[in-house]
């Protein structure tokens, strides 16, 4: 019979293998990793700001594009960047202090392959005064290879009243 000191205890084994858990928190990192670059990359997954408001819907017809326009340049790392032109009109009676548009890429098969929103009037360039037009340069390097070379689809997608 083995005899035990009334003061030893006895020896037990980790609950948790560290190694087990310095896999698993890896593989959670690159998962997560992985999710935040596909999701930020993915085309169908645009950042949507606020949507129009009733108002802002009703105001729309009020703003006039025109003059839009394409061009591809190669960049410095020998890449293209297309350039969209243009301007906007505010044939309205009221000051805007942001105006944002959403730019649609398709590729042959009217397939999104790129969608971004992006702000052509904003505090920092003044607004858009009743009756004033103001040029825009869009410019993107990040077009996917199966865009159909067309000029993108242009939507107004939030407009911000000034006072």
């Not at 297309?82 to 009676?93: F, P």
């Not at 009756?131 to 939507?155: C, H, M, Y």
């Amino acid at each position: 019979m083995a005899e035990t000191k009334p003061n030893s205890k006895p020896k037990s084994e980790p609950a948790v293998n560290p190694v087990v858990v310095i896999v698993v928190g890896l593989v959670a990192l690159i998962g997560g990793a992985l999710y935040w670059y596909l999701r930020a990359y993915d085309p169908s997954q645009a950042r949507e700001g606020p949507a129009l408001t009733p108002e802002a819907k009703d105001y729309v017809t009020r703003l006039k594009l025109s003059g839009v326009s394409m061009k591809a340049t190669g960049s410095y790392m020998a890449g293209r960047v297309v350039e969209i032109l243009g301007s906007i009109t505010n044939a309205g009676d009221r000051r805007l202090e942001i105006v944002e548009i959403t730019c649609i890429f398709r590729d042959p098969y009217a397939q999104v392959v790129l969608k971004r929103r992006i702000p052509i009037v904003s505090r920092r360039m003044g607004g858009l005064k009743p009756g004033e037009t103001k040029s825009f340069r869009l410019a993107f390097d990040d077009i996917p290879e199966s865009w159909n070379q067309d000029v993108p689809f242009l939507v107004i997608a939030h407009i911000s009243f000034g006072s």
